[in-house]
C-alpha cells in the first residue's frame, strides 16, 4: 500500500501542476486580448476596419573610411496624402530633409565624414490616406500654348518631325492626338521615327520621358512619377513608373502594365530611389505591409501608443521585414494546435511529428490542389527509389544523400517542363521543404516495411489530410490578423496544448477497434 501511495503521488501532482499552467497561460492571453480588444479599441475582425500601409526603405552598404553621402526620395506630405509616424534610423549619420526639393520632391540626406564597415539605414512611415483620386497640383493643370523639344541631331529633329505629322492627321484634335502617340509610343514594334527619338534610359523611363516630351510639346503638362502598387504585402516591393498628365481639364494617368486600381506615388522625375556616393555593396530594400485600424480608435489615433501591454504583445517596432516573416510565422502554432487535438483525440496517424504542418506551409505558395498533386509525385518517385537503393545495401546516411539529391533533379525537371507554360507548380517548388521530403520517404519506406503498404499509405493519406487542414487554417484571412495583432493569443494556444497533452482517453479512432467490448455479454 505504501509504494502505490509513492507511486501515485507525483503523477497527482503533475497534473495538478500542468492544469495550474494552463489555466495562467489561458487566463494571461485573453487578459491581455480583452485590454487591447475593449481597452484600446482594436478591432477584432477585419471587416471592422481601414486599411493603412505601413512602408519602409532599408539602404545596406559597406563604408570604407571615406565621406559618404546617401540621398533617398521619400514620400511627399500634402492635404491630400496623410503620413503618419514617421521613424528615421540612422545611426551615428547626419540626417538633413530636403523638404522642397525638385518637381515637390521630397529627401532624406544621410552624411558622415569617415565611416567604416557595413552600415543599415532606415525609414519608416504609414499611409493612412489612399491617394489615387489625388489631383495633380495647380501647376500642373494649366495648358499652356507648347513649345519646341530640343534634340541633339537634325535626325532626331526631322524623325519628330515626320512622326507628329502623320499624328496630325490621323487624330481629330488634341486628345485622340496624345491617344494615338501614346498607343503607338507602347506598341511592340516601333516606327523607325520612334525608335529614332527613344532616349537611352531603362525602360520603361525611356518611353515615358519621350512621350512627356512630346506632351510638353502640345501644351500639355506632364511629369513621371515613381511609386509602388498597394495590392498585397512584400518583402522586396518594385517601383513602378507612370505618366501623369492634364489634358482638357481632366487629370490623366498612363500605366504602361495595365491599370491598376491601388497606387502611391513616392517621387517624381528621371532619378533613382536611393543615390549614393562614398559606398560600396550598396542595397535598397522597399517593404509594403497592410495594416487594419479601426477608425477613429485608439488603435488607429495612438500608432505609437506607449501601453506597456502593447509594447509587449506587438511587432510595430520591428522592421517591416521582420514583420512579413512574423506574419507567416505566427500562424504555425494555429496549424499545430489543430495537428495536436487531431492526432490526440481523432487519432489521425501521419509520417513525422510536425512534418504535416511544414508541408502545409509549403502549399502557401503552391497552392493546396497543386501542393497536393507535387508532394504526391515527389513522394512516389521517392519511393521508387528508396525500395531501388534497398538492394544495394547502403549505410543510411549516403541513402538519404541519394534521396535527397534525387528529390532536387526531380524539382529541377518539372521546373524547366512547366516554365514555359507559366504553371505555378514550376515557379513556387523550390519552395518545397526538401529534406522534410526526404525523411517523409525514408520514414514510410520504413513503415511499409515494417508492417504493409496499407499502414503506410494509411498513414501517408493522414499526413496529406492533416497537411490540407493546417493550409487552410494558417491562410484564412482572420487567423492571420488575429494571431499577427493579437501575439498575446500564443499563450492561449500553449495552455491548450498542455491540457490536451494530459489527455489519456479513447480516441475517436480507436472507438471502431474496441467496440466490441461495449457490447454486452
Request: hydrophobic share 45%; charged share 20%.
Amino acid at each position: 500500500m505504501l509504494l502505490t501511495t509513492h507511486a501515485t503521488r507525483p503523477t497527482v501532482t503533475s497534473e495538478l501542476h500542468s492544469r495550474i499552467l494552463a489555466l495562467g497561460l489561458i487566463l494571461a492571453g485573453v487578459f491581455v486580448f480583452l485590454h487591447k480588444a475593449i481597452t484600446l479599441d482594436y478591432p477584432i475582425f477585419p471587416d471592422e476596419t481601414r486599411t493603412v500601409w505601413n512602408l519602409e526603405i532599408l539602404i545596406e552598404f559597406a563604408a570604407d573610411n571615406r565621406p559618404v553621402r546617401i540621398e533617398s526620395f521619400l514620400p511627399a506630405k500634402s492635404e491630400e496624402r496623410e503620413l503618419v509616424d514617421e521613424q528615421f534610423y540612422s545611426g551615428p549619420f547626419g540626417l538633413r530633409l530636403d523638404q522642397e526639393g525638385e518637381n515637390g520632391n521630397r529627401k532624406a540626406i544621410w552624411t558622415y565624414r569617415y565611416p567604416e564597415g557595413p552600415k543599415v539605414l532606415r525609414y519608416r512611415t504609414t499611409l493612412v490616406e489612399e491617394t489615387r483620386d489625388t489631383p495633380l497640383p495647380p501647376e500642373m493643370q494649366r495648358e499652356n500654348r507648347g513649345g519646341d523639344v530640343l534634340f541633339e541631331t537634325s535626325l532626331e529633329r526631322q524623325a519628330f518631325l515626320v512622326w507628329m505629322s502623320n499624328l496630325r492627321r490621323q487624330s481629330a484634335d488634341k486628345e485622340t492626338l496624345v491617344d494615338l502617340m501614346l498607343q503607338e509610343l507602347f506598341s511592340t514594334n516601333l516606327s523607325d521615327e520612334v525608335a529614332a527619338l527613344v532616349r537611352p534610359l531603362p525602360p520603361p523611363l525611356d518611353r515615358l520621358e519621350l512621350a512627356r516630351m512630346v506632351l510638353e510639346t502640345q501644351g500639355v503638362p506632364a511629369r513621371i512619377a515613381n511609386g509602388v502598387i498597394l495590392d498585397d504585402a512584400r518583402r522586396r516591393a518594385e517601383t513602378v513608373s507612370w505618366l501623369e498628365y492634364h489634358l482638357n481639364g481632366k487629370d490623366r494617368r498612363y500605366f504602361t502594365l495595365g491599370n491598376p486600381s491601388v497606387f502611391f506615388p513616392l517621387w517624381y522625375g528621371l532619378d533613382e530611389l536611393v543615390d549614393a556616393d562614398g559606398v560600396t555593396e550598396l542595397s535598397t530594400q522597399l517593404s509594403l505591409q497592410p495594416s487594419r485600424l479601426a477608425g477613429g480608435s485608439g488603435a488607429a489615433s495612438g500608432l505609437g501608443n506607449d501601453d506597456p501591454l502593447l509594447s509587449l504583445f506587438s511587432f510595430d517596432k520591428l522592421p517591416l521585414t521582420t514583420q512579413l516573416v512574423y506574419q507567416v510565422l505566427l500562424t504555425i502554432p494555429v496549424g499545430i494546435l489543430i495537428l495536436v487535438f487531431l492526432r490526440q483525440f481523432v487519432g489521425i496517424q501521419t509520417l513525422g511529428t510536425f512534418m504535416p504542418v511544414l508541408i502545409g506551409i509549403a502549399f502557401r505558395e503552391t497552392a493546396l490542389l497543386t501542393g497536393l498533386l507535387l508532394f504526391s509525385l515527389l513522394i512516389g518517385l521517392g519511393l521508387a527509389l528508396r525500395f531501388y537503393l534497398e538492394r544495394l545495401k547502403l549505410l543510411l546516411v549516403p541513402r538519404l544523400a541519394v534521396v535527397l539529391v534525387f528529390i532536387v533533379l526531380c524539382m529541377a525537371v518539372i521546373t524547366t517542363l512547366t516554365a514555359e507554360s507559366g504553371v505555378r507548380i514550376g515557379l513556387s517548388i523550390s519552395l518545397f521543404p526538401m529534406v522534410i521530403l526526404t525523411m517523409t520517404i525514408e520514414r514510410m519506406s520504413i513503415v511499409w516495411e515494417e508492417y504493409d503498404a496499407a499502414e503506410a499509405m494509411k498513414q501517408g493519406l493522414g499526413s496529406l489530410a492533416v497537411a490540407s487542414l493546417t493550409y487552410l487554417a494558417m491562410t484564412n484571412s482572420q487567423v492571420e490578423y488575429m494571431m499577427f495583432n493579437f501575439p498575446e493569443l500564443l499563450l492561449v494556444i500553449m495552455g491548450l496544448c498542455l491540457l490536451m497533452g494530459r489527455y489519456m482517453g479513447m480516441r475517436l479512432s480507436e472507438l471502431r477497434r474496441f467496440r466490441d467490448l461495449s457490447r454486452p455479454e
